[in-house]
């Protein structure tokens, strides 16, 4: 088995790349108190084949807090953008362009998304429509080529995500980090040296960062995945086929009006 069938894109940019940032202040410290394993070649690629191994580990553990930060963060912040955008009542996307949308959801997937009085009157029947709609549109988009920019951007948000589920724990690595690094050699003395520097350098930075900036990236990133897989969902789907024809445009008002 090929190691790309193991680990592909998404994997690197959203769950691996990550997890070695916010294992970063840990690998500081081993390293500070090991540094043999940077002047020997096989334990360096010993170390580093158990680093790999831990870090997809740890991967699963910092997606799992991802996805709850997430959670709290739409409930927080109203709902996912790809559920915004797809509400009438949303200006992000013209009238034309939804309306096209819920012909091509029906059509493709059956589900007939509601219009703009029946969403005023049930919101979250609504919302739950759409919800369901874009889940079939991602597995949609996952069969289709030629939407590999719709990937890019999911797995940017997935990254952004991932790190801010998982601040505090990079956070309490550094801190850990500064403390123990001060006790090598000195037992039970404690005195400052480079491997609490590095932490403290890697903690300034994070803080800021963290707090201040990712939150902004996060949503930034969501509303872009967003736009871009229910636009390119729009495209493949009426491109995949012939444009529907004034009649079956009409026919599909006609099943909408009786389902009412």
Not at 132 to 145: P, T, Y
Not at 149 to 168: I, T
Request: aromatic share 14%; net charge positive; glycine share 8%.
């Amino acid at each position: 088995m090929r190691w790309q069938e193991f680990v592909d894109g998404y994997d690197w940019k959203a769950r691996l790349i990550p997890t070695g940032i916010l294992l970063l202040p840990l690998f500081c410290a081993v390293y500070y108190f090991f540094p043999g394993l940077l002047a020997s070649p096989l334990q360096l690629a010993g170390s580093s084949l158990v680093s790999f191994a831990l870090i997809y580990l740890a991967s699963m553990f910092f997606r799992d807090r991802g996805v709850r930060y997430g959670k709290r963060f739409w409930e927080k912040h109203g709902v996912l953008p790809s559920t915004r955008f797809c509400r009438m009542r949303d200006s992000h996307l013209s009238a034309d362009q939804k309306n096209r949308i819920q012909l091509a959801v029906l059509q493709k997937f059956g589900i007939r998304l509601m219009s703009l009085e029946e969403e005023c009157e049930s919101p979250q029947l609504a919302d739950r429509k759409i919800m369901d709609a874009f889940r079939e549109v991602k597995e949609f988009l996952r069969r289709c080529e030629g939407c590999g920019l719709v990937d890019k951007h999911g797995a940017e948000y997935g990254f952004v995500r991932n790190l801010c589920g998982s601040k505090m724990i990079f956070v309490a690595e550094a801190i850990a980090g500064f403390i123990v690094c001060g006790f090598k050699g000195k037992w039970p003395q404690w005195n400052f040296n480079n491997g609490c520097l590095a932490n403290i350098v890697l903690l300034l930075f994070w803080v800021p960062f963290a707090w201040l900036v990712l939150p902004g990236m996060l949503t930034l990133n969501a509303e872009t995945y967003a736009g871009r897989a229910w636009v390119t969902f729009l495209g493949v789907a009426e491109g995949s086929s012939k444009k529907p024809s004034k009649s079956l445009h009409a026919a599909a008002e006609h099943r909408w009006a009786s389902s009412e």
